[in-house]
């Protein structure tokens, strides 16, 4: 999956975080209702504009972010 057919960064909307297809729902909102043990189903039902597809999107987004993230070893 390209995440990138599916996240949008607008910087005149929600502040230029990463949204889902344009829509007003960021991904940082999806992944924290995923976190809070909401279902797909509990999600979809209420943002009904969001897909299964969207979410899978989302979770790609934040891989990808994860394995760009630098890390600066401890030193002894």
Do not use: H, W
């Not at 057919?5 to 005149?12: F, H, L, M, V």
């Not at 924290?32 to 039902?45: G, H, K, P, V």
């Not at 969001?50 to 600066?72: N, S, W």
């Amino acid at each position: 999956m390209n995440y990138r057919d599916y996240i949008t960064i607008e910087p005149n909307k929600r502040s230029g975080k990463p949204c889902v297809r344009g829509l007003r729902i960021t991904v940082y909102e999806v992944l924290e209702y995923l976190a809070s043990d909401m279902t797909e189903a509990e999600i979809l039902e209420d943002f009904p504009d969001l897909t299964q597809k969207d979410f899978k999107a989302c979770i790609a987004y934040a891989a990808d972010r994860a394995r760009r993230f630098m890390t600066v070893p401890i030193s002894a």
